[in-house]
């Protein structure tokens, strides 16, 4: 009888690790193009996976830029299934070019109305979150070079900040990028280019990460960093002696968003992990670190996030942007890009 038994039960272990075998094999694996950050895609993908086991995610991570032209670059030979957490800027240029495909995500009627394309039903594309463009100021460094704080984009064409600013460069980060769209929205191309003309003058470097001036000015290297309000939340969390500024006479902002390439043979998958991305789950996930989020009464408390972010996000015209962004990454690299950091 126990031999029997010891026989029953290895045939179950058996069935059992076969049936698991066979559920692993047969898990899709979808190759998900992204530019959130490095912190983030772990609970993202965690929180995916866990509720559908039967898919895996493979991110492909970079900055804004990096990720746009990439994707551009493999226009005739996709190789992503999804997009998940690119710049909706960027998502409109590669709308144009036909690489998205229509696909009104389970649950997106509950989404705010400026977060999902209104120019197509379906949708091409939907929105996660918002990131707005913020200054970094190290307190101690600014008492030690006798520098005040800036409050806004005036502020910094101050000649005592000179060679105290890092900025990222909007060919590479959609941070850099929407600093620029939002400069030249206010103020007019003719005074927008003169400001920034203005600014370079004053600034160090130009950085391919939207995230490393702040770092920057959180370890003190630069006093100053133009970043976005996300990672200067995190710097000042970790306990980095710096300001997260709005700039009080307008923030430059986009959004966070996610498509499914158009042609990919992952259709079914591709559409679930979309289905996730306009969920209650996802957007809580959002906001964790970005206050502003696609779905509606979703707000968590984030520490020492700026209180008034939100009533300074410029009006964003992102069509404008997007018809204009290749226009204006050859002249803002035509005109500064002697002060580029190596790549």
């Known amino acids: ?14 069935a059992a690790t076969s049936i698991a075998g066979l559920a692993a094999a047969k898990a899709e694996e979808l190759i998900v193009y992204t530019a959130v950050e490095d912190d983030q895609l772990a609970a993202y993908k965690d929180a995916f996976e866990s509720a559908n086991p039967d898919i895996t995610i493979n991110w492909v991570r970079d ?14 030979n996709p190789q992503a299934d999804v997009i998940w957490g690119l710049a909706a800027t960027s998502l409109l240029v590669l709308d144009a070019e ?20 209104q120019a197509n039903n379906p949708p091409h594309w939907v929105g996660m979150d918002a990131w707005i463009s913020a200054i970094c ?23 005592a900040y000179k060679n105290h600013i890092t900025m990222p460069n909007p060919g590479s980060s959609g941070t850099g990028f929407l600093m620029v769209s939002a400069i030249l929205q206010q103020m007019g191309e003719d005074e927008g280019w003169a400001y920034l003309d203005a600014l370079h003058e004053n600034i160090a470097v130009y950085l391919h990460s939207g995230s490393r001036p702040c770092v920057n000015a959180a370890t003190g290297e630069y006093p100053i960093g133009l970043s976005f309000e996300y990672r200067g939340t995190q710097e000042k969390n970790k306990g980095a002696p710096i300001e997260v500024i709005i700039p009080a006479d307008g923030a430059g902002w986009d959004m966070e968003a996610s498509a499914i390439i158009a042609g990919t043979d992952k259709l079914e998958a591709a ?18 670190s970005y206050a502003v989020v ?18 300074l996000m410029i009006e964003n015209d992102f069509s404008w942007a997007a018809l204009n962004r290749e226009r204006i990454l050859e002249e803002w690299q035509s005109r500064y890009g002697s002060k580029d950091a190596p790549q």
Request: contains cysteine; hydrophobic residues 45%.
């Open 271 to 288: 559409q679930r992990l979309l289905d996730f991305s306009v969920s209650q789950a996802a957007n809580e996930l959002y906001n964790q």
């Open 63 to 76: 900055s804004t830029g990096v990720v746009t032209a990439r994707l551009l670059a493999e226009k005739d």
């Open 98 to 117: 036909g690489m998205l495909e229509a696909y009104a995500p389970t649950g997106v009627e509950a989404l705010k109305p400026g977060f999902v394309d």
């Open 137 to 159: 100021f190290n307190t101690i460094e600014g008492k030690l070079r006798n520098i005040p704080a800036p409050t806004g984009w005036a502020d910094l064409l101050n000649p």
């Open 294 to 311: 696609a779905m509606p009464g979703v707000s968590r408390v984030i520490p020492n996030y700026p209180a008034n972010a939100e009533e």
């Open 1 to 14: 009888m126990t031999h029997c038994m010891g026989r029953l039960f290895g045939a179950l272990v058996f």
